[in-house]
Antibody, heavy 118, light 107 residues
Framework: QVQLQESGPGLVRPSETLSLTCAVS?????????WGWIRQPPGKGLEWIAS???????YYNPSLKSRVTISSDMSRNQFSLDLSSMTAADTAVYYC???????????WGQGSQVTVSS | DIQVTQSPSSLSASVGDRVTITCRAS??????LNWYEQKPGKAPKLLIY???SLQSRVPSRFSGSGSGRDFTLTISSLQPEDCATYYC?????????FGQGTKLEIK
């Protein structure tokens, strides 16, 4: 069974960079598939942030592209998200998930609450 | 960017009712439309992918249809555990986008 687990700081100060990691178990991230990040502000809907293909190709939401970097570490079977210049508007639950081209996000992490506050 | 508009934003129905939620894309997306169920405090769960394919272990009372711009999620006989928020999502083109959500309540 594929499992994903996010980890990162629960609190980030304004203007700082958020770094999140998603550890994958039950499947090698180098075996195929896309691996992505989605966020959900409190009481709001879902927003796709970025995805990385097993080959290393990356895809970003243009609304966040200037501040986002997605990367993978196959030796640790995990992938990561960096989001710079954080503001209160970035306060959200951040999810990592697996997906295939054209199809849905089929395995999700439990989510990581991130609050931006001084 | 492709926008997806979901309706209604909320609805209330009784156990046993047939429930329909619709999603319209701003341009044709073939069948690259997926549906999710999200319960409070939990991650979304994939119900339907590729417009009409039932994800593994999802009850058969859930079904999806449509192609091009217009799509439908149907629950054939509403159960108490179906109380949740439902989202559609287009996977045709990046940036992937989600509908605004439909909050389903049980009368």
């Amino acid at each position: 069974q594929v499992q994903l687990q996010e980890s990162g700081p629960g609190l980030v100060r304004p203007s700082e960079t958020l770094s999140l990691t998603c550890a994958v178990s039950g499947l090698s991230i180098s075996s195929g598939y896309y691996w992505g990040w989605i966020r959900q502000p409190p009481g709001k809907g879902l927003e796709w942030i970025a995805s990385i293909y097993y080959s290393g190709s990356t895809y970003y939401n243009p609304s966040l592209k200037s501040r986002v970097t997605i990367s993978s570490d196959m030796s640790r079977n995990q992938f990561s998200l960096d989001l710079s210049s954080m503001t209160a508007a970035d306060t959200a639950v951040y999810y990592c998930a697996r997906h295939t081209s054209g199809w849905g996000f089929d395995f999700w992490g439990q989510g990581s609450q991130v609050t931006v506050s001084s | 960017d492709i926008q997806v508009t979901q309706s209604p934003s909320s609805l209330s129905a009784s156990v046993g009712d047939r429930v329909t939620i619709t999603c319209r894309a701003s341009q044709s997306i073939s069948t690259n439309l997926n549906w999710y169920e999200q319960k409070p405090g939990k991650a979304p769960k994939l119900l339907i992918y590729d417009a009409s394919s039932l994800q593994s272990r999802v009850p058969s009372r859930f079904s999806g249809s449509g192609s091009g711009r217009d799509f439908t999620l149907t629950i054939s006989s509403l159960q108490p555990e179906d109380c949740a928020t439902y989202y559609c999502q287009q996977s045709h083109t990046t940036p992937y986008s989600f509908g605004q959500g439909t909050k389903l309540e049980i009368k």
